[in-house]
């Protein structure tokens, strides 16, 4: 009977089916946990500010609500002393935070101002309880204002990021770098994709899991970036599906090979990626037309959006770059790069190269 349903199509089918249910299940079970939790961690946070503000029971009061709070709930590591002092200052973080910024709004009724304090409250607190509490912790500890952690938030629930992409964002500024690239996409492309696509951007561009010397070229670049492809696809955001590196494009008998190619799954679009090693020159935004032109033309299908580019060099000057820009009729925006731990120019000869490298790890398998 065990072999014969394992072997019957309708019940095997029926069983993935059921098993898909089970997990989102457990998805959402675990979602709505981790919500009530945060919820009583919010008000818990509230109620220890409170009681160490109006109650006199000495400096002990967190030490010794750990130890019973412990001792009752054993199963719950989430009473630890350390934890109870993050839930106290996830508390104050937002709490100040959005008090101070209603401070800015103006000179409004007691009572408005109340009401707009406690409808921001229930925003933020609403968010808040969307993440994981590691994720509050991380954010919390390493955000300096409330625009900047709501950011953050914003995009774990939008990408579902882990709590180590959600470091490596923070501690590579990308608060201050999305959006800030310099483009012409409000004149060549409709909204929202224009919004979309200027948000997808940033500048400069953070090239650190990079080993270059200073006085690199675009080739070398280029190749570092693809040698590094992960981290790569990584800081240029979610959405980018790589499809290659000096892509040809053959007009008319000519042969025109691109710097990188990718897709972009949420603007349902190509992006045409020009590296430059030096500071920008205004003939680079005409090469970079040119190219969108020929993939919009050979690669693009009617599911397609219009396809953009994007030029990162080694510095720009944005008056330039606006002048440039100003009369281009493909979408293309324009970032820097960084790096900030280039080697001396005299190592360059002494770094294996990747096949050196491939080289040395053959002759150690023939061994």
């Not at 675009?218 to 499809?243: C, D, M, P, Q, R």
């Not at 090469?287 to 959006?305: M, P």
Request: hydrophobic content about 40%; overall charge neutral.
């Amino acid at each position: 009977m065990k072999q014969a349903l394992i072997q019957n199509k309708t019940y095997y089918r029926w069983l993935k089916e059921l098993k898909h249910k089970v997990r989102l299940v457990q998805i959402k079970a675990a979602v709505k946990v981790n919500s009530e939790l945060l919820q009583f961690y919010w008000e818990l946070g509230q109620d220890i500010v409170d009681k160490q503000k109006n109650a006199k029971w000495g400096d002990g009061f967190l030490k010794q609500l750990s130890i019973d709070l412990s001792s009752e709930f054993p199963d719950m590591k989430g009473f630890s002393l350390r934890n109870l002092k993050y839930i106290k200052q996830w508390h104050l973080f937002y709490s100040q935070k959005i008090e101070k910024s209603q401070q800015t709004v103006g000179q409004i009724s007691s009572q408005a101002l109340l009401q707009s304090e406690k409808l921001i409250g229930q925003q933020a607190v609403a968010q808040l309880i969307q993440i994981p509490w590691g994720h509050n912790i991380a954010i919390i500890s390493k955000c300096k204002n409330l625009n900047e952690a709501l950011f953050y938030i914003q995009k774990i629930i939008q990408n579902n990021w882990s709590r180590s992409v959600l470091t490596h964002h923070i501690e590579r500024d990308l608060f201050k770098r999305e959006g800030k690239a310099i483009t012409n996409f409000k004149a060549t492309l409709p909204e929202p994709q224009s919004d979309l696509a200027r948000e997808t951007l940033k500048d400069p561009y953070n090239f650190d899991f990079l080993t270059l010397t200073e006085k690199h070229n675009e080739k070398e670049l280029e190749n570092a970036l693809i040698n590094h492809v992960t981290k790569f696809l990584l800081e240029l955001g979610a959405g980018f599906s790589y499809i290659g590196q000096q892509y040809k494009l053959e007009v008319s008998g000519d042969e025109f090979f691109i710097d990188l190619l990718f897709y972009h799954v949420k603007l349902h679009c190509y992006v045409v990626v020009e590296l430059k090693a030096v500071k920008f020159k205004p003939e680079f935004a005409g090469k970079l037309n040119f190219y969108v032109s020929a993939v919009d033309g050979i690669l693009k299908s009617e599911q397609d959006n219009t396809s953009i580019g994007i030029l990162i060099c080694k510095s720009k000057n944005d008056t330039v770059v606006e002048y440039a820009l100003k009369d281009v009729h493909k979408p293309i925006g324009v970032s820097e790069y960084i790096i900030t731990k280039n080697l001396p120019d005299e190592f360059r000869s002494s770094l294996p190269s990747i096949e050196d490298i491939e080289a040395e790890l053959s002759r150690g398998e023939d061994t």
